[in-house]
């Protein structure tokens, strides 16, 4: 049988990110579901913390399924997943049932998330071997293009068919779109000729991963940096109006620029990484990010203050796409898939801790302070552990 071709297998794998990445136009949500349903900002936010909670849950708990059962199989049960959230979140609506939104927005297509995010991220690493950090990135950025590409439909949509039918509507050309590429979705059956320096055993179980250091420290490095990022994401709309006084037009365009830095910043980054390594790449985003918050809390300069706050996110968006290049470099690729889905719970934490820090003080420049020091922090971390996580790594002239 002919081996499929790699580049059609990242562009299956960038279609699933596509429609659960939009999941972070999520704000774009707020507004019309509380003239509808009168449901407050709070209530609303708990559901895109419980999404991408399950989404991180299921990537861990489900990470060995997923490499039983195939990408094909997963994928499906990804779009499954997340198509009846998608329609059962209309329904909610419909019916003006909280608890049953947070069941179906939060809880089930939470686990589509986890399956359509997972899976597309070890399958196409393993087509671009030679450059893994590339290849999540490219996979990974299209989450964020899934956002972009949602805050723009949902409007459009809404006009006409209100909320519960724009979930409908949404639901399933996504459901069609994540059906058509899973289908595609093959692990490689052709040898690269690629050496995996750290093949043996197809994953490791949470018992090993509790007694392995360098999993602590991966998954602190994720978290904290995940935290400050996600915090911004979660008011980036109010902060805009409220510190450097952008209208409403100019915050939702500042928004959508802050999603595209995102998507940015995630194939930039992790290219990067095969150049200069990830531990160095990441020991980037907390000089950066460490950077860019002590600005934030002294400037109200419009443009310094957008600039910084794309900044910030164009490294939480790269450190997504650069852990699995780390895993890989560390774990190997049999590895990497289970291991993924243990670091990813590091996201679904920072989903509730990040947006709860940034809204503890109305006084914001305290907040970015608090930021620029956890970001300290977790350099130390890094550097203290420096000879843990690179020593494992293969060097870039063995791998050819």
């Given at each position: 049988m002919k081996s499929k071709n790699k580049w059609l297998m990242a562009?299956?794998?960038m279609t699933l990110?596509?429609?659960?990445?939009?999941?972070y136009a999520y704000s774009v949500w707020v507004k019309p579901i509380e003239e509808t349903n009168h449901?407050?900002?709070?209530?609303?936010?708990?559901g895109f913390s419980l999404a991408i909670c399950f989404l991180g849950l299921t990537a861990a708990f489900m990470g060995n399924f997923v490499h039983k059962v195939g990408p094909k199989k997963a994928g499906i049960i990804g779009a499954v997943f997340f198509g009846a959230g998608l329609l059962g979140a209309g329904f909610a609506s419909h019916l003006g049932s909280l608890p049953l939104f947070y069941l179906f927005y939060g809880v089930i297509s939470g686990i589509g998330l986890g399956f359509g995010y997972l899976t597309p991220v070890s399958v196409v690493v393993q087509w671009f071997p030679e450059k893994p950090g590339f290849a999540s990135g490219l996979v990974v950025m299209s989450f964020a293009i899934g956002s972009i590409i949602a805050s723009q439909l949902i409007p459009l949509l809404y006009g006409g068919n209100g909320v519960s039918g724009t979930f409908y509507i949404l639901a399933v050309v996504y459901f069609i779109l994540m059906i058509i590429a899973s289908l595609y979705l093959e692990n490689p059956k052709v040898s690269t000729g690629y050496v995996d320096y750290h093949a043996g055993g197809e994953h490791l179980s949470v018992s090993e991963l509790l007694k392995d250091k360098r999993f602590y420290i991966l998954w602190l490095m994720l978290f904290f940096n995940t935290t400050c990022g996600i915090a911004l994401i979660a008011v980036a709309k109010p902060i805009a109006e409220e510190v450097i006084h952008l209208d409403d037009k100019a915050a939702i365009l500042f928004v959508s620029i802050i999603g595209l830095f995102n998507g940015l910043g995630r194939l930039f980054w992790s290219s990067i990484s095969d150049k200069i390594g990830r531990w160095t790449t990441f020991l980037c985003f907390y000089i950066i990010g460490t950077v860019c918050f002590l600005l934030l809390s002294n400037t109200t300069n419009a443009f310094l203050f957008q600039a910084a706050v794309c900044v910030v996110i164009s490294c939480y968006g790269g450190a997504f796409s650069t852990i699995p290049a780390f895993l890989k470099d560390i774990y190997g690729q049999s590895k990497m898939g289970s291991v993924l889905g243990y670091i990813l719970i590091a996201w679904s934490a920072a989903a509730f801790v990040g947006p709860w820090l940034i809204t503890l003080s109305h006084n914001y420049n305290a907040i970015f302070y608090l930021f620029a020091g956890l970001l300290v922090f977790t350099a130390l971390i890094a550097t203290v552990m420096k000879k843990s996580l690179v020593a494992t790594e293969v060097p870039q002239e063995a791998k050819h």
């Open positions: 562009l299956a794998g990110q596509i429609c659960i990445g939009s999941i449901w407050d900002y709070h209530q609303l936010k708990f």
